[in-house]
């Protein structure tokens, strides 16, 4: 089993559509990515939580995912190194 087949297809497609987007560029690391998007997480999930800004279930899901546990972090880490190397 390869590590992309232990991230849920609603992560993969946020991450390469909606994080990669938003957060990449040439100053930041796929480490600093996935930390920007932990930070964020909790924030987002509680503003949402509050009512004060709804955020779609794909996106929910993958902050739920990503904040769950270190493993999630790191396979999301190894995903956007593999997304920067094929950019390249």
């Known amino acids: ?3 992309d087949d232990l991230i849920p297809l609603e992560v ?3 991450i390469v ?3 990669l987007p938003a957060l990449a560029n040439g100053e930041r690391s796929a480490r600093k990515i996935v930390q920007l998007v932990v930070e964020q997480a ?3 999930l509680t503003d949402e939580a509050d009512k ?3 955020i779609g279930d794909q996106r ?3 902050y739920c995912w990503v904040i769950a546990c270190k493993l999630h972090r790191d396979l999301m880490m190894e995903y ?3 997304a920067f190397a094929m950019w390249e």
């Open 12 to 14: 993969s497609e946020c």
């Open 1 to 3: 089993m390869k590590h």
């Open 80 to 82: 956007i190194e593999r």
């Open 42 to 44: 909790y924030h987002w």
């Open 17 to 19: 559509e909606d994080i």
């Open 52 to 54: 004060k800004e709804p």
């Open 60 to 62: 929910n899901f993958t």
